[in-house]
């Protein structure tokens, strides 16, 4: 046992660093709205700049997951760091829509291979007694950047370094670059010697029915999550300080995910995951309704315990529902349609804005995803519960 322990001790140490510092490079962005309205550029424009980002990152999804089945670890890594540099790079041309345009895109699909490779990497290394516990942990890194990156970021810009802010994404792509290429190949070639079947197919992995589910939910928590990017617009329409909200939710969830690392191995996983989406939909709609820095904190706070828990138990099922052959598809997979919230939600805002306004557009976007994690937690995931608890009742009694 301290051997295994040991074993997922040295590859969460492995893999932590490339997954804290790609989420800087992608989280440092958050607050890149207030920037790009000092361009003066139109609503419509701004949201589907923001968007682009996630839309790249989730066409891309599929192709990681045949990467790592084909290049591997590390190769992955490092040409998908290389790409993320030439990305960011692109953002310091402002001049051009056409340019920034691009950057946002090659920079999001690079992250979106970078950060699939290190997860489904982990889903097929660790075991399912530790899995929960694993993933908490590594995840950790993404809301150490959103306490990190983020606000040296909107600080970069309220104090108007535009050169400094910009130059933080290629810089960290590169450090990004270095640490892929130190994750060994040699941990792979095991695991694949001990899959006995081919890798599996699309057409398997979509047949399973608890998985689109868990696709479905996974989904609409994105919804809520993506509200996240378009807080700096409330906060400087009121007069805030958006790091109040990022940065609070970003410890919240560290100090859960610290915390209760090992708690999340013992939960119901099943049954949990949506009321952690409700929750952040909860913090959501009392930023919307009551925008100041005092709820600002609050509302953060409520939301990284909510996304604190949420994420890694998400990945979690993803690992507790499918074969290892399908693991890397799966993981893939997940992460694609989660994207597709963050892709949905800057265009929502950039074309209700002008209708709705600010808050008005969370508050619609937070009732709507939360109303839907209630219906399929009542209708699907409670019922999947209980099966699952008469069927180990059942095996037990044998």
């Known amino acids: 046992m301290f051997a295994k322990m040991s074993q997922d001790a040295r590859l969460l140490v492995k893999l932590f660093l490339p997954y804290f510092f790609i989420h800087c490079a992608s989280h440092v962005y958050l607050t890149y709205g207030r920037l790009l309205q000092s361009y003066e550029l139109s609503p419509e424009v701004i949201g589907w700049t923001l968007s682009v980002y996630y839309i790249a990152t989730m066409t891309i999804r599929p192709l990681a997951g045949w990467l790592l089945e084909n290049f591997g670890i590390r190769r992955t890594l490092v040409w998908s760091g290389a790409f993320s540099f030439v990305g960011c790079f692109f953002l310091f041309f402002k001049q051009s829509v056409i340019l920034l345009f691009i950057g946002r895109a090659v920079s999001g699909a690079s992250y979106g291979v970078y950060s699939a490779g290190l997860l489904s990497y982990q889903a097929l290394c660790v075991s399912e007694k530790t899995r929960g516990k694993m ?50 190949e040699g941990e792979m070639g095991e695991i694949r010697a001990c899959v006995e079947k081919p890798w599996g197919t699309y057409n398997e992995l979509f047949s399973l029915r608890p998985f689109l589910l868990l696709v479905i939910t996974g989904t609409t928590i994105a919804l809520v999550d993506a509200t996240i990017i378009n807080i700096p617009l409330l906060s400087a329409e009121r007069g805030l ?36 989406g409700i929750l952040m939909a909860g913090a959501t709609i009392l930023t919307s309704l009551f925008p100041t820095d005092l709820v600002f904190i609050a509302g953060g ?42 892709s949905a939600a800057p265009l929502i805002a950039g074309y209700f804005l002008p209708f709705l306004g600010t808050a008005g557009t969370f508050l619609a976007v937070s009732l709507a995803s939360g109303g839907l994690l209630v219906l399929v937690e009542i209708f699907y995931w409670l019922p999947l519960y209980g099966k699952l608890r008469s069927l180990r009742a059942g095996k037990s009694a044998d």
């Open 135 to 184: 993933f908490s942990l590594l995840v950790v890194g993404s809301t150490l950047s959103m306490a990190s990156a983020t606000p040296l970021g909107e600080w970069f810009l309220l104090s108007s370094r535009e050169t400094l802010y910009l130059a933080v994404g290629p810089v960290l792509s590169a450090l990004c670059c270095l640490l892929g290429g130190r994750v060994g």
């Open 301 to 342: 706070t409520l939301f990284g315990a909510g996304i604190g828990v949420g994420w890694p138990m998400l990945h979690a099922l993803v690992a507790d529902f499918l074969d290892p052959e399908l693991l890397p598809k799966g993981s893939s997979t997940a992460l694609l349609f989660y994207d597709g919230g963050f």
């Open 241 to 276: 300080v958006a790091s109040y909200f990022l940065t609070s939710s970003a410890v919240a969830a560290v100090v859960v995910r610290m915390m209760g690392s090992s708690l999340i191995n013992t939960l119901p996983r099943v049954v949990l995951l949506a009321p952690c």
